[in-house]
């Protein structure tokens, strides 16, 4: 116990709980419409100086408040399995996972003997944690705090900030902070609530009434009354969010059909599931004049959707948390379809963020999410942040429609 005194004392924890705000400030500024260039392009500088010249016992805690900062909405959903009592755990390995992570770069910075080595791969250190999905999670990014400042989010920009302030620490002259100057982008990607001739929906159904028999009807009634309101309004297209139609959508005829009927004056984009034999999956159904098409999700969420431990583990979790719930499966390749001429990738919530689906850099993305297992809480404004960094890496318009939270449209500039 003396020995973790030694390595955790209350200054330590106080010292890296304030440079993990810095590093997370960006998401929250944004979630209360605070987010100003200047500002997020500060405390990110200052965020990541003070994390290089930390010392190692200070990095455990860096890792482990950032880590929660960023993603303590995860716990939310064990309420909806009425787990609540899970939640410590889970916040608990979330911040051990990153702790442990930032601690080893710290640790294997110290047997460089060179100050200007171990500063050099505290930055390598920093650099290559984007790369590092514990679980297939890839939400980690640090380069995205610069999003919303005059900075780029590029991994060139990135190691152009970490190389000049590795200098200006080394050096100890503040001059070596200029060559920051050539990360700057005056492109960042701009976000609308609609675009021209798609509508957008964002819902406000919550998880236990969405998966609910009795109100399914009720649902369906008002996701139709929605499409009807587009066709009146003189849309084009629709896009609603992920599964919206909790039911096998290929097996029940008569939505359907009605459906298609009301495809007749408006593309319709919605989220389904999908029964393919004994497989089940996550799905997008396109309805349009001449035809109706299947996008299957292409990346599943981690434990949510697709369990990533060992079969016999992932069958002992599925039991026990999901009442011995089978897997979805996902389609090999990332889908795509065509509306009015125009191509469109398939992303249903969380592929959305994912770097898998950008690897053949999609011109347009149709988004579609079901936020409702992480409301309320800073997840929508987490996820529509990597929307941006996606668009702007990728030179992508992402059009989102979402339930629980806003729908937008992200359009690049490139």
Known sequence: MNKIRHYINTLTLIKGFFISILLSSFIYLDYFELSYPMLDTTLAIAGLYLV???????????????????????????????????????????????????????????HFSNNLYSLLFKAFGLFTLSYIHPFGFDWFKPELIFINSYLGIQKWQFGIVLLSLVLSIYKKNIAFLLPIILAYTPNHPHILNQAKDIKLTSTHISVEDKWNPQKLAQNNTKMLKLIDEAITKGYKTIILPESVFVSFLNYDKELFDRLKAKAKDINIVAGGLYLDGNIPRNSTYIFTKTKVQVAHKYVLVPFGESNPLPKFLSDWVNEVFYDGAVDYVATNHPSTYTIDDINYTNAICYEATSSKLYSHHPKNIIAMSNNGWFSPSIEPTLQKLLLKYYSQKYHTTIYHSANMSKAYVIYSHF
């Open 52 to 110: 290089l010249v930390s010392e190692r016992y200070t990095y455990f805690s860096i890792g482990f408040f950032t880590s929660l900062l960023w993603f303590w909405w995860i716990g939310i959903s064990f309420l909806h399995y009425h787990m609540a009592y899970l939640i410590p755990f889970v916040l608990l390995l979330i911040g051990l996972i990153y702790g442990i992570l930032f601690y080893l770069i710290a640790k294997i910075s110290t």
